[in-house]
């Protein structure tokens, strides 16, 4: 483990390398405790670099056992070697040198899952961000681009698959029980694309023909047994393959494609070149074991990964500063791409609703950063929702302002001027203004300021002039290091909407920019006057979310129940329907935390109500509108002193009111939802259960009684149905026997499958109430559990931390001291697992103070520990700051 040792890397201090990496050999012995790595590198000194300046190598964790210089063993007054890095002086001025390094590793004992590890008797690799220095000294960032070739050595029975990067060269035996395999790359890259797999697995073939006809080999490889499990991920892998194609006209270049699912994963995927590692939880499904969720996150992750393949691996980053660079780009185009194989507005919901639970609190937290942060401690920890979701964000408003055409143009110049190289943002944002002669500086302060933006609106109608104006305000809230913030360009699509329904998009008189039916916020207030307006309009803003923006609009009920029953923009009717249950939500905690009864008003729920029953709307959508703001964003949007007790019973009397007064909408809902045909993993299918299973949980509700649920669960033919009967039954009735024998049979029926176990955890981890605590504990006693696994990790103590508010802020603070607990155990052997999971207790300071002191305590207990990781120790020195 890499202790802290308190230095801060600063943007402002990048230079190129003395050195420049001229190609890379590789060689591994494998063994499970004793890999032996030769690395052969050719160098030269980088023009106008000063003769005396040192080759200074990465390292993290190494042991050396042999140095050569152009082959010959070196004289060891001319380099210093300790784990963490290599020296090498007195060079040749400018003629190219090789070295040839020899380092042991020990993938057995390699817990942090960084570099070369083994899960499940398989060898695997994981290098981004920093892990290829714990496999051999390298100039290890992400500008050093080269041309790798692979040899890999191992036991033949154990390893019957050899895999590396790039087109496979040939391999042969190797002695009696090794044999041998070589890969080469033709595309220079960088080392954290690296990797490498050994082991023996499973194989599920198939083949996509490119636009320009050349054929690829498409290789998924799993356990053996659950090939069956991998056909969704390879069919979302050839559509991704083909929307790449059609939509950003980008073409694979290998002859090969290869995905292996490991069960040992620090995050959910890494997009390593033509050998794309994932978290098998992201690779396999079927209705038996996966949720509709599952099949839609693989559908994402797969594409995601694929689409890194040129934005982030032919054009990559100059350095970590610059991730969002292909993070954020890659983010927006798997949202794309999921929007165009399922619903485009049920998916901006989740999208949005997704940003709000998980972005809006970091960057509203001690922990907010620009998309393109300027300093770090530990780049692990950048690795943020800011970064890949505000980034794309950011993406999605280059589009809005500059149009599908526009967009695309900047892009397709950006392909064509940057391929092959690593990249900055400013350059990413010069081909937008040089492809379309716009300038974007304004624009570019999305990526350099923290904060997330709140705008303040009001409208007025003037019926004799016939104009309406809208007055705008924005401020963006001081953040870590960053007080004084320029006013930024906030693109808002709207449209005016009359009484009878009809929309209209006006162009302003006066005021400011408004292109077609987005109004370009610029200055720190602005009054956009429309003209021509008959009668008074309801004014729907940020239509489809255009910008990520806190919108403070007092607009009244009647207004917001208007665009909720007429907008033609899906997303917009459910943002307005949120907008109506925030203050019945918040209203009901407040209620709640002062012992009175909570009633919810009628209004509401008959617009809700109203939404629910219209079968001309999707039923994925209903869902949505449905499932109402969750007890995270009732917290965030009373904004402090907050008790999450009451929040959760404000929430639980308002689902009650709704419950009971729908019942009969809700008893029509499930009886037509229920009649589905066979089981189909596509939207359509997947919107109908949702909608079925939404209004299960209101039956149940009205009833008071698990009777349903259990017959639910009884009755279920794939994962979705069975999980949310299950979690219904768990999270209604703890105590009872129907919820008993449920979870006994569920455990019972999938004993064997980690995966779905974690379902099992993460239902019982977010059962709400302080007895949750006993509960995890006893879970982590279970033989299912398994504390070096980070997915079993997640599913049960972070479900916990993340998703049990009434259950973690227990009052006594005693989930708090088992976290902190938890987070001194895990972290020696996995920093990164640590320090993410401590990121739960970003929010303490919007607390009450009795639970705020206690939550501050056991970080206190965290921050005094002698020991921590440079990533544990990063993130509790911010959150308590
Ligand atoms: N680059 C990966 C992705 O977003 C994420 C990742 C980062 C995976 C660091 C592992 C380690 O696709
Ligand atoms: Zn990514």
């Given amino acids: 483990m890499r202790t802290d040792t308190g230095r801060i890397v600063h943007l402002a201090d990048y230079r190129p390398t003395d050195f420049v990496l001229e190609r890379v050999d590789l060689t591994f012995e494998l063994d499970p405790t004793d890999t032996k790595v030769e690395a052969r590198l050719i160098f030269h000194r980088r023009e106008g670099v000063d003769a005396s300046a040192p080759l200074v190598l990465d390292g993290d964790d190494l042991t050396m056992t042999s140095l050569l210089f152009d082959q010959i063993e070196l004289d060891p007054a001319r380099y210093t070697a300790t784990p963490e890095s290599l020296t090498i002086r007195d060079l040749p001025e400018s003629v190219p040198f090789e070295i040839t390094v020899v380092t042991m590793i020990n993938p057995e004992a390699n817990t942090q899952l960084m570099g070369l590890y083994r ?160 978290n098998d939880k992201y690779v396999l499904a079927d209705p038996e074991t996966a949720t509709d969720q599952d099949y839609a996150n693989i559908e994402a992750i797969i594409a995601h990964e694929y689409f890194h393949n040129w934005t982030g691996n032919r054009i990559t980053c100059r350095d970590w500063f610059q991730l969002c660079l292909k993070e954020g780009l890659t983010v927006y185009r798997d949202h794309e791409f999921s929007a165009d194989m399922r619903s485009r507005s049920v998916k901006r919901i989740a999208e949005v609703r997704h940003l709000r639970s998980e972005q809006f609190p970091e960057d509203a937290g001690p922990l907010a950063h620009p998309v393109r942060p300027t300093k770090y401690r530990e780049i692990n920890n950048f690795y943020t929702t800011t970064v890949y979701e505000k980034g794309s964000e950011v993406t999605r408003m280059i589009a809005t302002i500059l149009g599908r055409d526009g967009f695309k143009k900047g892009m397709d110049l950006y392909f064509e001027r940057h391929d092959g190289e690593a990249a900055t943002v400013e350059d990413f944002v010069k081909c937008f203004e040089d492809a379309n002669g716009r300038d974007l500086t304004q624009f570019a302060l999305w990526y350099h300021q923290a904060g997330t933006p709140q705008i303040t609106v009001s409208s007025t109608y003037d019926s004799s002039a016939k104009t309406l104006t809208l007055s705008l305000e924005q401020m963006i809230p001081a953040t870590p290091g960053h007080s004084a913030k320029e006013p930024m360009h906030i693109p808002l699509r709207f449209a005016l909407i009359s009484e009878n329904g009809a929309e209209a998009v006006a162009s302003a008189i006066s005021g400011g920019e408004v292109s077609g039916d987005v109004v370009h916020l610029t200055q720190r207030a602005q009054a956009f006057t429309f003209a021509g307006i008959g009668s008074r309009p309801v004014v729907s803003l940020n239509r489809g979310f255009s910008a990520p923006v806190s919108l403070h609009f007092a607009q009244g009920s009647e207004d917001l129940a208007h665009i909720a029953r007429h907008d033609s923009d899906l997303f917009a009717r459910w943002e307005a329907i949120t907008d109506l249950a925030l203050p019945v939500l918040t209203g009901a905690a407040k209620t709640a935390r002062e012992g009175g009864a909570v009633e919810t008003s009628r209004a509401f729920i008959d617009v809700l109500l109203a939404v629910a029953a219209d079968e001309t709307l999707e039923p994925a959508f209903r869902a949505q509108a449905l499932s109402l703001p969750s007890e995270a964003d009732i917290a965030r949007e009373l904004g402090g002193n907050n008790d999450p007790d009451a929040i959760h019973a404000g929430r639980q009397a308002v689902l009650s009111g709704i419950a009971t007064a729908g019942a009969g909408v809700f008893g029509k809902l499930h009886a037509i939802h ?84 974690d379902k099992w955890f993460s239902i019982q981890a977010t059962i709400p109430g302080a007895a949750s605590l006993d509960r995890v504990k006893v879970l982590m006693q279970s033989p299912h559990f398994a504390p070096t696994n980070p997915n079993r990790v997640r599913s049960l103590v972070g479900t916990f931390a993340f998703g049990n508010a009434t259950g973690f802020n227990r009052a006594d603070g005693a989930a708090y001291h088992f976290f902190a607990e938890q987070i001194l155990a895990i972290d020696p052997r996995n920093p990164q697992l640590a320090a993410r999971l401590l990121t739960a207790l970003r929010s303490w300071r919007l607390l009450e103070p009795g639970r705020a002191d206690k939550a501050r305590a056991a970080l206190a207990t965290i921050e005094a520990s002698p020991s921590l990781s440079t990533d544990v120790r990063d993130i509790v020195d911010r959150v308590l700051k």
């Fill in 119 to 278: 899960t499940n008797g398989i060898y695997a690799t994981q290098c981004e961000a920093e892990g290829f220095r714990r496999i051999t000294y390298f100039p290890d960032r992400p500008d050093v681009l080269a041309v790798y070739t692979i040899n890999i050595i191992a036991d033949k029975a154990a390893n019957p698959l050899l895999l590396s990067n790039g087109n496979f060269l040939g391999g042969a035996g190797f002695g009696p029980d090794k044999h041998f395999a070589a890969w080469f790359d033709p595309h220079p890259k960088p080392s954290y694309l690296f990797a490498l797999v050994a082991g023996d697995l499973g194989i599920v073939a198939d083949t996509f023909t490119t636009m320009s006809g050349r054929e690829v080999a498409l290789k998924i490889y799993v356990e053996h047994g659950k090939e069956p499990r991998a056909a969704y991920a390879m069919d979302a892998l050839k559509r991704s393959m083909k929307w790449d194609e059609e939509v950003f006209g980008r073409e694979y270049d290998l002859d090969i494609f290869m995905i292996v699912a490991v069960s040992d994963f620090n995050m959910g995927a890494m997009e390593n070149k033509g050998l794309n590692i994932f």
């Fill in 674 to 757: 229920s009649a589905s045909g066979p089981f189909t993993p596509d939207a359509a299918g997947a919107g109908k259960r949702a909608l079925k299973n939404i209004a299960l949980s209101f039956l149940t509700i009205a009833e008071n009684s698990p009777a349903l649920a259990a017959a639910a669960f009884a009755s279920a033919d794939n994962m979705t149905d069975l999980s949310q009967a299950l979690t219904i039954l768990a999270h209604r009735f703890p105590e009872a026997v129907e919820t008993k024998n449920a979870l006994a049979a569920f455990e019972t029926r999938f004993a064997s499958n980690a995966l779905v176990l």
